[in-house]
């Protein structure tokens, strides 16, 4: 499943609402009263079991998808800043090395941004952005350091090229997987034995007892929701921006040099 947008959630909580009411008019159909009355103490027991065994594997789904997230953003500002920090470095070295660095690395962070992003929307990567990343992790290839400050440059360069492509490698991973199957196929059925029991009760009013169960449903639906919205960090309205790379463009084409400052940065004052 890859989430696409606010539509899904709507379709989520809509049709869980939708599903509940339609299960309290299935159980008013089939059982009496008075049946739903002489069960409501076996009921009541199981949906405790029930219930607390769905609402545990429930919270540790949408715990689990936001830590998704939020690595997703820590992978992203990694890679991102190994990528600025490769360029900084590259200063230290001689000519073609540091045009071939720095041509690299903003061919790499286009690539990533104008190909790749929109890309991993829908659960693929660009293999543009592979070719040009690996084009920068051979742009020292052959070069031997002599000056002392070469020499202290270059593993650190080497470690930052490193880096950058193990946080590739990161996002690639998470852009390409999601919530497994069979975790969405637990969560759905364990939603709708939930909310049958809840539908088992019986309560003289009606229009009570399905409020009392449709609440329920939302409940449930918001959470699944939740995990639609963490679980795809590079899908759907809730999204891990591409912002750091093109703050890198930025820098690479010089235009924080002497230019205004960006987006949320104030600009120093001069006394």
């Excluded at 190909?115 to 659960?123: I, N, V």
Aim: aromatic share 10%; charged share 20%.
């Amino acid at each position: 499943m890859i989430y696409t947008g606010f539509y899904n959630g709507i379709l989520i909580v809509g049709a869980g609402v939708v599903g509940a009411l339609l299960m309290v008019a299935m159980v008013r159909r089939f059982f009496s009263p008075a049946v739903l009355r002489s069960a409501h103490d076996a009921t009541g027991n199981i949906l405790a079991v029930v219930g607390t065994l769905y609402a545990v594997m429930l919270g540790l789904v949408v715990v689990d998808s936001m830590v998704r997230f939020e690595k997703a953003v820590d992978v992203t500002q990694a890679e991102s800043t190994a990528l600025a920090d490769i360029f900084l470095l590259a200063k230290r070295f001689p000519e073609p090395f540091r045009a071939r660095i720095d041509q690299g690395c903003r061919d790499y962070a286009v690539t990533v941004v104008e190909k790749e992003w929109p890309l991993m929307a829908k659960g693929f990567v660009s293999v543009d952005a592979r070719k040009a990343g690996l084009r920068l992790l051979r742009s020292l290839d052959g070069f031997e350091p002599t000056t002392e400050a070469e020499k202290t440059a270059f593993p650190l360069i080497l470690q930052e090229m490193q880096t950058a492509w193990d946080q590739r490698r990161e996002r690639v991973a998470t852009a390409q997987s999601g919530l497994p199957a069979v975790e969405w196929v637990a969560l759905l059925m364990g939603a709708v034995v939930t909310v049958l029991f809840a539908g088992l009760f019986n309560v003289e009013n009606l229009r009570l007892q399905a409020l009392i169960t449709a609440m329920a449903a939302l409940v449930i639906g918001l959470n699944l929701y939740l995990v639609s919205l963490f679980a795809y960090p590079y899908a759907g309205d809730l999204v891990v921006s591409s912002q750091p790379f093109r703050i890198d463009i930025g820098v690479f084409d010089g235009l924080y040099d002497e230019g205004p400052a960006h987006d949320r940065e104030i600009p120093s004052v001069v006394r």
